[in-house]
């Protein structure tokens, strides 16, 4: 499973990184498993908007390659929407193969299309934008059909674990909770 992770200029940290570093840690417990994690931006250099510099894993609007996107959210998400193309090209791969946004990242989802009559976990800051187009659910992690949105930063770990547990196996889910140990997770 080839796992692309959006990133853009304004890219809030946390969503990016939280999802990264669970998938990330599995691949690193067994590297024998079919998963490969990858960023992927429009340009080499992107600027979070806390501060942080990520370099992208790779620079391409063709997201063909991959068999699952992640949208994270950040103040960007504004200048994310305002690009035709890219959003044509994530409904073009949301129609095909799954995708998954984080906090605000689930109105980029919204933007191009995705979430129309779906269910979507909605944090405070998409709740009030999703209403009319999405079902905004009170869950931290809510998947409908191929979308699965995760609401506020944080949820970006438990997104990973969701779907480590969706594609894999939840004990591999487990093992690597157990390794990060994110707040509220149970232990088997």
């Known amino acids: 499973m080839r796992v692309g ?3 853009f ?3 809030e940290e946390l969503d990016a990184v939280g999802v990264y570093e669970v998938l990330a840690k599995a691949k690193q417990l067994h590297p024998q498993l079919d998963l490969s994690v990858r960023t992927r931006a429009l340009k080499e250099t992107i600027t979070g908007a806390l501060g942080l510099k990520f370099l992208a894993h790779d620079v391409r609007r063709d997201l063909s390659d991959l068999d699952l996107l992640v949208i994270p959210g950040g103040p960007g998400r504004k200048d994310v929407v305002k690009d035709e193309g ?17 906090s605000s990242g689930i109105l980029i ?3 191009a299309g ?4 779906r269910r979507a976990a909605s944090g405070r800051e998409a709740s009030e934008e999703l209403r009319g187009s999405a079902i905004p659910v009170d869950d931290r992690v809510v998947e409908d059909g ?6 506020g930063a944080t949820a970006s770990i438990d997104l990973g674990l969701h779907l480590l547990a969706k594609h894999f196996d ?4 487990d093992e ?10 149970r232990k088997p």
Request: charged share 20%.
């Open 146 to 151: 191929p979308v699965t949105t995760a609401a």
């Open 5 to 7: 992770i959006l990133l």
């Open 86 to 102: 890219l959003l044509k090209a994530l409904l073009d791969f949301g129609t095909e193969k799954p995708v998954a946004g984080v």
């Open 176 to 185: 690597v909770a157990q390794r990060i140990e994110p707040p509220g997770h």
């Open 170 to 173: 939840r004990r591999l889910a």
């Open 109 to 111: 989802l919204k933007e």
């Open 9 to 11: 200029d304004g890219v």
């Open 114 to 117: 995705l979430l129309a009559g």
